[in-house]
């Protein structure tokens, strides 16, 4: 049983560009505080002005239990003071039943809450008709703020999570927004950078190593991120960044290609470590890749995924698995499954 993590993306109605620095800022407020609520963690995101990108970790079925203490700190995230003393001596008196009927009282009512949890949908779901409520209130508007449901990518931990990451850190700079993803304080890496520590243990779990012989659930990925150094990981995730966005491609035969991002000398410049594998070939796949897909990782990872849910989501005389992704070179190592069939 492991966690699994997600690439999600919505984006406004018309894609019209209506978030501004203060919307930006409530909608990481409001992402912040059903993440703590929903029990789900957030590795990293960016809120752009028409859309926003979030790689979010649903933690496995064996890590889904809650205390009635751990369960009265979740709900401080949402109410008031006066409703959670309520709920607290409820839960404590029927704690304390004889009867069947007193434990099944006490197990309905905390169903009542924890059936929100853990579950992307949910999460997703209530934090944008949260921000919707308070944009409208704000701006004296009607209607549906947001595009469409959300786009989803299930995306394999490791190689795969790290380069989803640096793809939606660079955003604002492929936009031409900033130069450097840290003057974005809307993204992960700019929260990491100003001292956030939820956006560091975020970068952190991307960048830790699970050890397949000894990890059991996948969900605290090294277990102890506190053994990390994180000026060590923010020099390594910066160097990730900008070998990624870089604004040429290395590759001889198209050498000229030019796109927004990174100079040679910016990149040259940051490069301290020679002779490490990068990521930067996969930055020049088609975006729809992150976006559009519905799994991510290595051929063999996204073949049993796709094993997995033929019956339920796929029907069972799909032969076609997964693809290598367009424009990838040899050693990319990433393939995806398109869509569903």
Known sequence: DRSAIYHVVS?????DFLLDAQC???FVRYMRM???FCGVRVLTYCIMT????ILVEIPPKCDRHLSDEALIERLKVLYSKEYVDQVRLH???LAKAIHPEGRAAHAELR???TRRMWDLGLFMKTLKQRFSTWYNKKHGRRGTLWEARYKSVLVENGYAARTMAAYIELNPVRAGMVEDPKAYRWCGYAEAVAGGQLARNGLMRILSELDSDTAVDGWSGARDITKYDWRAVAQRYR???FEDGASYDGRAEIAQQQR???SEAQWKKEQEREGKLSIAEIARCQSRYFVEGAVLGSREWVNEVIEGIKGDFLSESRKTLSSKMRGSLDGCGLWSMRKLE
Not at 11 to 15: A, D, F, P, Q, T
Not at 50 to 53: K, L, Q, Y
């Open 11 to 15: 984006r406004i109605v018309g894609r």
């Open 24 to 26: 930006k800022e409530q």
């Open 34 to 36: 059903y993440e703590a």
């Open 50 to 53: 028409n859309h926003f990108h």
């Open 91 to 93: 839960l404590e008196l």
């Open 111 to 113: 169903e009542r809450y």
């Open 239 to 241: 160097l990730i960044l």
């Open 260 to 262: 927004r991002g990174f």
